[in-house]
């Protein structure tokens, strides 16, 4: 199934109704977004349509320009574009913001957040505010979150515990936390890039992956990892970031009209990702994947020590605090 075709037909399902803007004495102003997706992706679909959202808001004195595809290079290339004034918007998920400002290196902990309402308490709430802004600093910061969806275990046998995992190989994006992480659980973590993942499982060079559903069946991974483990280990948010110079720079009616289009975009997008998950948990299971639901206790159990390690650290440690405080009240 052709998943640009689902984006498409879930967004325009979704879309709010705009209403135009009075902006007669607005002045144009034409923002150019650049970003490393593919067309066909959820997030890539949700900005053709803010764009549109933007121009009808703003009574076509507001555009927005979209770049896919990496046309200006990957996330730290963006970034830095925003830094020097020539780029005024990129996407960049939380661990391509950590080199940048360290806060964002909580994402990477596996089992930060109890469910969905404790993710949208953090990122959408003081806690996000307060990373926000303390991002301003280095020339750009995050005006919308998006939906990334939870990362979980895939793999060419069943695994319903962590002594499942004992001695298999998983290829992962390594990072000490990661590798930390993988090893915890008793399994090898494996450096291949996404491209080479399908060979790799194919040939037995890996036993296993992670991602989130949609990715499992885009990739096609689902051909030759049966059995998809729904241990949920991470959540991390996408963010559109905008340049500090591109926001100082825009009147107090057109900062109203871009916030308006950014918030609808980040409900749009969210009601759309989750619809794209459920139509991909249907197509792999077609293909004759297995979706097994696990007790994540002894995976959080497993890897209580590296979570002990995060709260020791000077930087990370406070953000954790605030994060578990915005989950008080919050059922599991």
């Known amino acids: 199934m052709k998943f640009n075709h ?3 037909q879930q967004l325009l399902a979704l879309s ?5 803007f009075s902006a007669t004495a607005m002045d144009k ?7 490393n997706l593919d067309t066909s992706h959820i997030v890539h679909q ?10 009808a808001e703003s009574g076509g004195k507001m555009k927005l320009r979209i770049y896919p595809g990496g046309q200006m290079g990957g996330p730290r290339e963006t970034l830095e574009l ?4 020539a780029l005024d918007m990129t996407k960049a998920m939380a661990n391509e913001l950590e080199a940048f400002t360290p806060a964002y290196s909580v994402y990477s902990l596996p089992y930060l957040f109890k469910n969905d309402a404790h993710f949208n308490a953090v990122v959408h709430g003081p806690v996000g505010d307060a990373m926000t802004e303390a991002t301003k600093e280095k020339g750009f910061f995050p005006v919308a979150a998006y939906v990334g969806g939870t990362r979980s275990f895939y793999a060419k046998k069943p695994i319903h515990s962590p002594a499942d995992m004992k001695g298999m190989k ?10 930390r992480f993988i090893e915890l659980l008793g399994a090898s973590p494996v450096s291949i890039p996404l491209g080479e993942v399908y060979t790799a499982l194919q040939q037995g060079v890996i036993d296993g992956a992670e991602n989130n559903e949609p990715s499992y069946v885009q990739t096609r991974h689902e051909e030759v990892a049966k059995y998809y483990t729904e241990n949920q280990h991470t959540a991390m948010p996408d963010y559109l970031v905008i340049a500090n110079k591109t926001w100082d720079r825009l009147s107090d009616e057109q900062k109203a009209v871009l916030e308006k289009v950014l918030k609808k975009s980040e409900a749009t997008q969210a009601k759309a990702w989750d619809l794209m998950v459920a139509e991909s948990v249907k197509e792999a299971e077609k293909d004759g994947a297995t979706f097994i639901t696990v007790d994540k206790e002894p995976f959080r159990q497993a890897l209580q020590p590296l979570y002990d390690d995060f ?3 000077p ?3 406070p953000w954790i605090t605030k994060i578990e405080s915005a989950g008080e009240g919050i059922a599991q």
């Open 311 to 313: 709260k020791k650290d």
């Open 29 to 35: 102003v034409t923002l150019k977004l650049a970003h």
């Open 82 to 85: 925003l830094q020097n004034g």
């Open 315 to 317: 930087v990370r440690g």
């Open 6 to 8: 689902i984006a498409a």
């Open 170 to 179: 998983f290829r992962v994006i390594v990072t000490p936390t990661t590798i």
């Open 46 to 55: 949700t900005w053709v349509q803010m764009a549109k959202d933007l121009s």
């Open 16 to 20: 709010f109704a705009t209403f135009a």
